[in-house]
T-cell receptor
Framework: ETGVTQTPRHLVMGMTNKKSLKCEQHLGHNAMYWYKQSAKKPLELMFV???????ENNSVPSRFSPECPNSSHLFLHLHTLQPEDSALYLC?????????????FGPGTRLTVL | GESVGLHLPTLSVQEGDNSIINCAYSNSASDYFIWYKQESGKGPQFIID?????DKRQGQRVTVLLNKTVKHLSLQIAATQPGDSAVYFCAESWASGGSNYKLTFGKGTLLTVNP
């Protein structure tokens, strides 16, 4: 296993619900990432945090709200999602936000929006 | 198990054969490339990387080849085993200004190893 954990592994929610995804890395990394993985599409980068500061938001709708309280933890708060938001949400971490820093991924949260 | 990426390009090989998975990248300014393996129900796992100043790099049973002229990357797996069955995808990285860089991923190839 990679040292990046995600909970829950599976989540089913209605469009009016509010839920949160959690990611924790035990690798001593300083950069953390949220990705969305949908069927038939490449991995889509959503957010990047470097030393707890958000450095990238790739035009993600505001119904997704990230939070990074420290370098080891990353959350993705979800509210009023749409069925098309159903996907595998992956968290990753790397030592720093550099080109050559390998990103290590968690197992993902399989999200289904009804 | 879960299926990641329906209707992906697929490659089916016999156990013990060599596998070659190809990837065309898009940005001639990309200077770093990574191959990931994703097994059903798991997150992507780093396999091997290569910088743009190299054209070949070898790991344990895996070799990555880079052809910058045609923007092509390949992953060769020697003596493929059933445990190699997974989706493989490449990623390219390039500097996007200042200290920032962009990393984009391909759709992936589903490798199936038949015993």
């Amino acid at each position: 296993e990679t040292g990046v954990t995600q909970t829950p592994r599976h989540l089913v929610m209605g469009m009016t619900n509010k839920k949160s995804l959690k990611c924790e890395q035990h690798l001593g990394h300083n950069a953390m990432y949220w990705y969305k993985q949908s069927a038939k599409k490449p991995l889509e980068l959503m957010f990047v945090y470097n030393f707890k500061e958000q450095t990238e938001n790739n035009s993600v709708p505001s119904r997704f709200s990230p939070e990074c309280p420290n370098s080891s933890h990353l959350f993705l708060h979800l509210h009023t999602l749409q069925p098309e938001d159903s996907a595998l949400y992956l968290c990753a971490s790397s030592h720093k936000r550099r080109s050559s820093d390998t990103q290590y991924f968690g197992p993902g949260t399989r999200l289904t929006v009804l | 198990g879960e299926s990641v990426g329906l209707h992906l390009p697929t490659l089916s090989v016999q156990e013990g054969d060599n596998s070659i998975i190809n990837c065309a990248y898009s940005n001639s300014a990309s200077d770093y490339f990574i191959w990931y393996k994703q097994e059903s129900g798991k997150g992507p796992q780093f396999i091997i990387d290569i910088r743009s100043n190299m054209d070949k790099r070898q790991g344990q049973r895996v070799t990555v080849l880079l052809n910058k002229t045609v923007k092509h990357l390949s992953l060769q797996i020697a003596a493929t085993q059933p445990g190699d069955s997974a989706v493989y995808f490449c990623a390219e990285s390039w500097a996007s200004g200042g200290s920032n860089y962009k990393l984009t991923f391909g759709k992936g190839t589903l490798l199936t190893v038949n015993p």
